[in-house]
C-alpha cells in the first residue's frame, strides 16, 4: 500500500520565503542561509531557468492562448493553436508528466492527432516541422500508434526521438469481457459475455472525428495506454518546436513553463484590467524535500515573469483548480434521479486503484457482482482490469466499495475502543483492511487466487479515493478566459470518460474556436461559444457516466453491445442497484489518482506475472460455498423433519394447530411449511 501523500506547502513568492496561510497547511519556513545558498546558485550557476526553454521574452507577452495547467487538454488545445497559425505559451507547476495512470482510449483522438500533423504541415512545410534524431518527421499520429510498428513495454521518449523504430505508444485492445456476477433465483449465479474487439484504423481520418461527446463516450475504446505517454508525446513535439524556433532566431511559435505558476500574491498573479480581462504573471518555483513534505517556494533570485493579456486562457489543472478559485470558479454535486424513489441523490461512489505487475494485456475487462449488509440488502459493486497490449508490468485494477463498508480497524475488532485515529497503529491496520479487501476483489476480476496474487509485485496502491460527479455552472470566468477539462465537471471516469472529454471533446473546441477567429469572427461571440461548448461535451459526459454508479451495463460498450449483454444476463436495464444516500456517507480523497501520489511510490515487491490470465471459469466463485451450505441446511431440515414426523405420530395436532417444519422454498430459501 503506498503510504500518505506527502503533503504539498505553498509558500509565498516573497524573495525570503514567507508561509502562504492556509488552515491545512503547518508552517514551515527555509532558514536564511538556504535562501541565500539559492539565490547564488540560480543567479551564478544557472543560466536558463529550470522548465523554460530561453530566459528571452519573445514569444512571450500578450500571447494568443495560455494555457495554464498542462494535462491533455491544455496541450492539446496548444497544439491546435499552434496549428492554426497561433502563439501558445503554457505553464505548469509539476515538471515533465509522471501520472501512469492508464486510459481507455477511443479512436477520435488518434484521427485528432492525424488532423493536426495535417494542418503543421499545410501552414509550416516540412522545414518548421519537428524531426526526430535521425531527421526524420516527428509526426503525432505515427508515433501515437503505426501498423508498421507494434505494442510493448515501451519508454515514450525512445519512440518520440527515434531510437526504438519499432514500436509505438499505444496498445489496442483484443479482449473485452463483462462478467456478471449478481446473484439470481436467491443463489450465486454468474454470466460471461465475450465481445468482439474495435478494430484499429490503419491510418488517421479526420473525416471520422465525432463532435458528440455522448456518442463517442457511449462507444466502445480501441486503444489503451498511459495518461503520462500521451501528455509526454504532446509536450515533447511543443518543446522541439520551441527549441528549433529559438535556434533559428524565429519567433518562438510555443513557450513551456514547466516550474512555474501564477504568481500566488493577491492581485499580482491575476490581474484585472479595466474591462474585466486578466493580465498575467508567472513565478518560477523550487520544490524542496521537508522531511517528508514536499514544500514550493519562489525559486530565490528568480524574477516575475510578466505574460501580459492574453487573448484568451484556458485554466486545465485536474479535478481541483486552486486559480479557477482565485477567480470565483466553484464546483458543486450533480444531484442526479435514478427513479428509485429517493428523488436527486449525488451520485458518488468509492473505490481502491492499484498497479499490479501482471500481464493483462490488450484487455478490458469489467465485472458487476452482488454484496450484502448485514440487513441482507443487496448492493452492487464494480471491477474493471485494464492493461497494455505485450506489456507485464501493467494491471491497473479498480475495486468498487460497498456503500454500507468501512474500513476502520475499531469497528472491525481489530483494536479497542478509544485507540487514537491520528496514531501510527490505528493507520496501520487501516492499511491491512484495505490490502485484504482489494487483494480479495482483484483476485475475482483477474480470475487468480488470492494466495498467487500475494505474490505479484505492486508498485502503486491500493489507494481509497471517492468518485463524486461535480460541475461548475460557467466555463467562462472572464471576458478572456475558461476554465476546461476535469476543472470544470467531473463524472465517473472507470472508462477514461473524463480524459476523453477533455481531450477529444474540450480541446476540438479550442480548433473551432480559432478557426472562427481566423474567418474574422470576434472574440466575445467565439470565446462565448467556446465555453457554451464545453460545458455541452460535459453535461455529455455526466449523463452518460451516471448510468454507472446505479446500472448494471457499461458506458462506453455501446447500444449494440449493451443490448448483447442484456440478453445474455438477463438484465433489466431499468433496475437500479441498492445505494446509500451519499450525503450519508464518508467522503474520502476527490482527488482520484492524486498526482502527488507518483512523486513517492511504494512498492510492494514481488514477481512480475508474465503468463496470460487462466481462462474464466463459468461458475461463480461463491457458488461451491453457497451450495455446501445449503446442503447442511437441507440435512438439518431433513432430520429436523424426521423428528417432527415421529412426534406427530405420537400427538397428533388438532386441525387448527398445524405443525410447521422447516423446508427450501423455490429460491432456496429457508421456510416454515405445514405437513400436509
Known amino acids: 500500500m503506498a503510504t500518505a501523500s506527502p503533503a504539498v506547502i505553498e509558500l509565498s513568492p516573497a524573495q ?19 535562501v541565500k545558498y539559492l539565490t547564488q546558485r540560480r543567479v551564478a550557476g544557472i543560466n536558463t531557468a529550470a522548465g523554460q526553454a530561453t530566459e528571452s521574452i519573445e514569444g512571450l507577452k500578450n500571447p494568443d492562448f495560455l494555457a495554464v495547467g498542462l494535462g491533455g487538454t491544455n496541450l492539446l488545445a496548444m497544439l491546435y493553436a499552434v496549428a492554426l497559425g497561433r502563439r501558445a505559451v503554457g505553464v505548469e507547476l509539476r515538471g515533465d508528466p509522471f501520472l501512469g495512470v492508464h486510459w481507455n482510449i477511443r479512436e477520435d483522438l488518434y484521427h485528432q492527432l492525424g488532423l493536426i500533423d495535417q494542418l503543421m504541415m499545410a501552414r509550416y512545410g516540412e522545414a518548421a516541422i519537428p524531426k526526430k534524431l535521425d531527421g526524420s518527421l516527428f509526426k503525432l499520429a505515427d508515433v501515437f500508434f503505426h501498423v508498421d510498428t507494434v505494442a510493448g513495454d515501451i519508454v515514450p521518449d525512445e519512440i518520440i526521438d527515434g531510437y526504438d523504430k519499432e514500436q509505438h505508444l499505444v496498445g489496442t485492445i483484443h479482449d473485452v469481457e463483462y462478467i456478471d456476477d449478481r446473484w439470481a433465483n436467491g443463489k450465486p449465479s454468474r454470466t460471461i459475455t465475450l465481445l468482439n474487439p474495435p478494430l484499429p484504423p490503419s491510418k488517421p481520418d479526420p473525416a471520422k472525428i465525432r463532435t458528440n461527446m455522448y456518442d463517442v463516450l457511449d462507444g466502445p475504446s480501441t486503444f489503451q495506454t498511459a495518461a503520462s505517454a500521451i501528455q509526454v508525446l504532446f509536450r515533447r ?5 520551441e527549441e528549433m524556433d529559438i535556434k533559428d532566431g524565429r519567433v518562438p511559435r510555443a513557450r513551456l513553463f514547466t516550474h512555474h505558476r501564477v504568481v500566488e500574491e493577491e492581485n499580482d498573479g491575476w490581474i484585472k484590467q479595466p474591462d474585466g480581462r486578466f493580465q498575467v504573471r508567472i513565478e518560477e518555483i523550487l520544490e524542496m524535500d521537508f522531511k517528508g513534505k514536499l514544500v514550493r517556494l519562489r525559486t530565490p ?5 510578466d505574460l501580459g493579456v492574453p487573448e484568451l486562457f484556458c485554466i486545465a489543472q485536474g479535478f481541483h483548480s486552486s486559480d479557477g478559485e482565485r477567480l470565483g470558479f466553484e464546483q458543486k454535486d450533480v444531484q442526479v434521479d435514478h427513479n428509485d424513489g429517493r428523488g436527486p441523490v449525488t451520485a458518488q461512489a468509492d473505490f481502491i486503484a492499484g498497479l499490479i505487475e501482471i500481464l493483462v494485456d490488450g484487455r478490458l475487462r469489467r465485472r458487476i457482482a452482488s454484496e450484502f449488509d448485514k440487513e441482507g440488502n443487496e448492493f452492487w459493486v464494480r471491477q474493471i482490469a485494464v492493461g497494455h497490449e505485450n506489456d507485464p508490468e501493467i494491471g491497473w485494477v479498480l475495486v468498487q466499495v460497498p456503500d454500507y463498508l468501512s474500513f476502520d480497524p475499531i469497528e472491525a475488532g481489530l ?8 496514531s501510527a497503529e490505528y493507520f496501520s491496520n487501516y492499511q491491512l ?16 487466487d488470492q494466495s498467487e496474487l500475494r505474490k505479484v509485485q505492486m508498485i502503486y496502491g491500493p489507494k481509497l479515493f471517492s468518485l463524486v460527479e461535480r460541475q461548475g455552472e460557467d466555463p467562462r470566468v472572464a471576458p478572456n478566459g475558461v476554465i476546461a477539462g476535469d476543472s470544470f465537471g467531473n463524472g465517473h471516469f472507470l472508462t477514461s470518460a473524463g480524459a476523453m472529454t477533455g481531450m477529444i471533446g474540450h480541446s476540438y473546441r479550442f480548433l473551432e474556436y480559432w478557426q472562427r477567429r481566423n474567418e474574422g469572427h470576434d472574440v466575445e461571440s467565439s470565446t462565448r461559444l467556446l465555453a457554451d461548448r464545453i460545458k455541452v461535451d460535459t453535461e455529455a459526459w455526466l449523463s452518460v457516466s451516471a448510468k454507472e454508479f446505479t446500472e448494471a451495463i457499461p458506458i462506453n460498450f455501446g447500444a449494440e453491445r449493451g443490448e448483447q449483454i442484456a440478453k445474455a444476463s438477463g438484465i433489466d436495464p431499468t433496475k437500479h442497484a441498492h445505494s446509500i444516500n451519499s450525503n450519508a456517507r ?9 498526482p502527488s501520489d507518483w512523486r513517492r511510490l511504494f512498492l510492494r515487491n514481488g514477481r512480475v506475472w508474465s503468463a496470460k490470465l487462466p481462462p474464466l471459469s463459468e461458475e461463480h466463485p461463491s457458488l ?8 447442511k441446511i437441507k440435512e438439518e431440515a431433513a432430520a429436523e423433519e424426521s423428528m417432527m414426523m415421529a412426534a406427530a405420530t405420537t400427538a397428533p395436532a388438532t386441525k387448527s394447530e398445524p405443525i410447521l417444519v422447516p423446508a427450501l422454498d423455490a429460491n432456496g430459501h429457508l421456510v416454515m411449511r405445514p405437513i400436509s
Open 16 to 34: 525570503v520565503p514567507a508561509v502562504a496561510a492556509s488552515r491545512r497547511k503547518p508552517k514551515v519556513t527555509a532558514s536564511e542561509g538556504t
Open 624 to 631: 461451491a460455498e453457497w451450495e455446501k451450505v445449503n446442503q
Open 301 to 305: 533570485g528568480s524574477n516575475i515573469i
Open 586 to 594: 464518508e467522503r474520502h480523497s476527490l482527488l482520484p489518482l492524486d
Open 415 to 422: 483494536l479497542p475502543e478509544g485507540t487514537d485515529k491520528n
Open 433 to 448: 483492511l484495505l490490502h485484504d479487501f482489494y487483494i480479495e476483489q482483484a483476485s475475482l476480476v483477474l480470475g487468480i
Open 237 to 241: 513535439y511543443l518543446e522541439k518546436m
